[in-house]
């Protein structure tokens, strides 16, 4: 087993006991209640228990989400604006217009053969 794969279950461990316990908490107040009581957290109602389990979360997503609009507002506020199209066609047909190195310029010539050199050979090649 991989260290990656050990830490993926690991957190599904972890998730799903958060989870049993949240739901459990959640519809059987009582039960985290009497716990709660036994290791001296006294004055819990099953309001109170109920109300910060949903508050919680609630809480927590909320300032996500506000996070990433901040971050999308960020990103938008320092990004230069693109060039409009206009400007783009028109630096696209200048290209054009212009004559490529390639044909402008003479071939290079294939590098001379030594004199004493022996000529090269052509290989056969299969007809279909």
């Not at 109300?51 to 320092?78: H, N």
């Not at 409009?84 to 310029?105: D, F, N, S, W």
Request: net charge negative; charged share 20%.
């Amino acid at each position: 087993m991989s260290k990656d794969q050990a830490i993926g279950g690991a957190i599904l461990v972890v998730c799903a006991l958060v989870a049993v316990f949240y739901v459990v908490t959640l519809f059987y107040p009582s039960l985290f209640i009497s716990v709660a009581d036994m290791i001296g957290w006294k004055g819990l109602d099953s309001f109170n228990v109920q109300f910060w389990l949903v508050a919680i979360p609630v809480f927590i997503a909320f300032v996500a989400i506000m996070l990433i609009g901040a971050w999308i507002g960020y990103t938008m506020a320092t990004t230069p604006p693109p060039k409009p199209i206009e400007e783009i066609t028109t630096e696209m047909e200048e290209k054009k217009e212009e004559p490529k190195p390639e044909e402008t310029a003479p071939a290079p010539s294939a590098p001379a053969a030594p004199a004493n050199a022996a000529p090269e050979k052509k290989k056969k090649t299969d007809k279909p």
